[in-house]
């Protein structure tokens, strides 16, 4: 048997050190403790993982942050560290297909990330807490992870924080606990999830827990909007949930986890929102108007679905995220009595020939161009011309077979141009060329 290190990437084209070779982590268990007085977060993540490989040492992703110690199988274990690449070598080599725990005790400030198109992201320290969300980076900067999107995992989080304010998760709440000034909040992601979708969001929130159509719902709303127009409109958007989630049912198939909800922070120098799986965080700048929010509630909860559950094998596949969500939207929009899909489609299409819009490749907008507002509704209209292509009864069948082939897994381009094909008996490459893969605008479907 020859052990050898496991890879420091995953092989994703576009972020070649993203994720890790080696091993397939099960779960995480992160315990960690923040204090909004000094941003200080204080971790212990549990990762249990099984090797892919005899592995001699392999890679964790961690961005900043002090490492105090690591155990493998409960034995301290080496490391060093390489930009974001945190290596460990345990005391003696993990047998392929051996499950293994590692335990990483780290602390640190975590870093907030900022991104010309998006403005800051990733761990958002806030007057009272922070808001955690990111795209697709936000995992490794306050929890040590195998941070590709391929790797899915349950997740545990125990999330420590000053008594009086709350912290918000993923998944179900498993209650809390105080002592010594403190509560530990306990949330559990049991259907699993892609580490960017993780959140940990901490501050004075108003919670509103809620079981509707099954589901187990729990929504945030910032203490300090409660009673101001952006509270109420927040309020009322997140009310209407689970009829949004039944209409989205009716169209894609069965809500694919057991919990729901979302999360709005009054922090106002982020201005975007995140399909974090379960329960999606939105800026409050998004509850000025109830269309626009429900819209925007309407395209997150579709990520549900499409980007979360059905989550993309790697980054190039965005589309399969951005343009079924944007579709989302402009369904809703027409069981909503406004415009209706097919206008939205000709709004689209009528942008003159040489507009930078036709020229970003959709099926492989490069890592600059992944959340190009092209490849939302360009994304979009490939949906809806493939829908006058294959028609209606192949299109409504094609949905929720896509959603349910790939439930809680990884889709590629390719496999939805199959089902697309097996579905339809229509030979499609031609049309997914043109609608994906020319930076040119396509015909007319
Ligand atoms: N996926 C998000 C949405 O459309 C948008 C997004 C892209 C994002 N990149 C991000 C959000 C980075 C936060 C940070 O719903
Ligand atoms: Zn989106």
Do not use: C
Not at 20 to 38: C, E, H, I, K, M
Not at 83 to 101: C, K, N, R, S
Not at 270 to 275: G, V
């Amino acid at each position: 048997m020859a052990f050898a290190p496991g890879a420091a990437g995953v092989g994703d084209p576009y972020f070649p050190l993203d994720g890790n070779g080696g091993y397939d982590v099960l779960s995480y268990d992160l315990a960690v403790r923040y204090n909004p007085a000094n941003d200080v977060l204080v971790g212990a993540a549990t990762i249990r993982a099984n090797a892919t490989q005899d592995l001699s040492r392999f890679n964790l992703d961690l961005d900043g942050m002090s490492v105090r110690s690591i155990t493998v199988g409960g034995v301290p274990a080496q490391w060093s560290r390489d930009g974001g690449e945190l290596i460990i070598t345990p005391a003696a080599g993990i047998p392929q297909d051996v499950g293994f725990a590692t335990v990483v005790r780290y602390d640190g400030v975590p870093d907030t990330l900022g991104s010309p198109l998006l403005g800051i992201s990733g761990f958002m320290h806030t007057d009272d807490g922070a808001v955690v969300a990111g795209e697709p980076d936000v995992a490794a900067t306050w929890f040590p992870v195998n941070d590709h999107p391929s790797d899915k995992a349950s997740y545990t989080f125990r999330i420590t924080v000053p008594v009086g304010l709350e912290a918000v998760a993923n998944g179900i709440p498993r209650g809390r606990t105080s002592s010594g000034g403190w509560t530990t909040w306990t949330w559990q992601a049991v259907e699993p999830m892609a580490p960017y979708l993780s959140t940990a969001t901490i501050g004075d929130f108003d919670l509103r827990a809620y079981v509707a159509g099954g589901i187990r719902y729990v929504d945030a709303i910032d203490v300090d909007l409660i009673g101001t127009r952006t509270g109420n409109v927040a309020s009322e958007a997140f009310a209407r949930q689970p009829e949004i989630v039944d209409f989205l049912s009716g169209v894609f198939g069965g809500y694919p986890f057991s919990a729901a909800g979302g999360i709005v922070d009054d922090y106002g120098a982020f201005s975007f929102a995140l399909e974090n799986q379960t329960r999606p965080i939105y800026s409050r700048g998004f509850f000025s108007d109830a269309r626009f929010a429900e819209s925007v509630v309407a395209h997150e909860l579709a990520h549900q679905w499409y980007g979360d559950s059905v989550a993309v094998q790697a980054w190039q596949h965005i589309w399969l995220n951005e343009g079924f969500a944007t579709y989302a939207q402009w369904l809703w929009s027409e069981e909503e009595g406004f415009e209706t899909a097919a206008e939205t489609f000709a709004a689209h299409y009528s942008t003159g020939p040489n507009s930078p819009f036709w020229k970003v490749i959709i099926g492989d907008p490069g890592p600059d161009d992944l959340f190009d507002s092209a490849v939302y509704n360009r994304g979009a209209m490939t949906l809806h011309a493939l829908r006058e292509t294959i028609g209606d009864p192949d299109f409504f069948a094609l949905l929720p077979a896509w959603a349910q082939q790939q439930e809680t897994g990884n889709g590629t381009t390719a496999e939805f141009v199959a089902l697309a094909e097996q579905i339809s008996g229509q030979q499609l490459d031609a049309f997914f060329d043109d609608w994906l893969f020319t930076p040119a605008k396509p015909p007319a479907p």
